[in-house]
């Protein structure tokens, strides 16, 4: 069953505007960590930010916030004010806290497009 | 302070040949992951390092690829046999442990012919 789920191939917004781009889990852990991650096309992974499963309010890194709704296990992530070089892939992770590995566990990602 | 950093950045090698990618983490990280992306996906998980020791190999997807960290710092994926399907940008990151997140280098592309 596949863990991290982004629904959208890709997403396209105009300069200054809001994007929410989404992100499903599945897990049967308690305790677990989801992040996002930035891919521009030089190919790095850029954190963004991180949520962990037992933080009450939603995680925020200036114009990115996180909004994690646990009862639908989604943590979709919205980007403020998008500027052109947010233009990217965007993954969606999670760490499972069992069994001592911290492997992430990365979505298909989101191909974002902002436009001028 | 230096990000992670791995070399080489592109690796061209024949069907069948050995290869070494190599991985510098932050100074002072004790975690240390290799990860593999291939084309239009996620990067999926290889191996995890807790200091010298891989604590989760689970990844690995088969005894051709094989990786090492001997002091705790620097680590080595090393790939036998080199087929076709391991063409793929190979990422390694790492992490002062615990819920801390993933630093990620560059990453080596792996084009096998």
């Known amino acids: 069953a596949q863990k991290i789920t982004q629904t959208q191939p890709g997403m396209f917004v105009q300069e200054k505007e809001a994007v929410t781009l989404d992100c499903t889990y599945d897990?049967?852990?308690?305790?677990?960590?989801l992040f996002w991650y930035k891919q521009p096309s030089s190919g790095e992974m850029i954190f963004l930010i991180y949520q962990g499963s037992y933080d009450e309010q939603n995680a925020t890194e200036g114009r990115y916030s996180l909004n994690f709704q646990k009862a639908r296990k989604s943590a979709n992530l919205v980007i403020s004010a998008s500027q052109l070089g947010d233009s990217a892939m965007y993954f969606c992770a999670m760490r499972e806290n069992q069994g001592g590995s911290e492997k992430l566990v990365f979505g298909k990602g989101t191909k974002l497009t902002v436009n001028p | 302070g230096a990000g992670v950093s791995q070399t080489p950045s592109n690796k061209v090698t024949e069907k069948g040949k050995y290869v070494e990618l190599r991985c510098d983490p932050i100074?002072?990280?004790?975690?240390l992951y290799w990860y593999r992306q291939s084309l239009g996906q996620g990067p999926e998980f290889l191996i995890y390092?807790?200091?010298?020791?891989?604590?989760?190999d689970s990844g690995l997807p088969n005894d051709r690829f094989f990786a090492v960290r001997p002091e705790g710092s620097v680590s080595t994926l090393k790939i036998q046999r080199t087929e076709r399907g391991d063409s793929a940008v190979y990422l390694c990151?790492?992490?002062?442990?615990?819920?801390?997140?993933?630093?990620f280098g560059p990453g080596t592309r792996l084009t096998v012919t």
């Open positions: 990151a790492s992490s002062s442990g615990g819920p801390n997140e993933q630093y």
């Open positions: 390092f807790q200091g010298t020791g891989a604590a989760d």
């Open positions: 897990t049967s852990d308690q305790s677990y960590g």
């Open positions: 100074s002072g990280h004790t975690a």
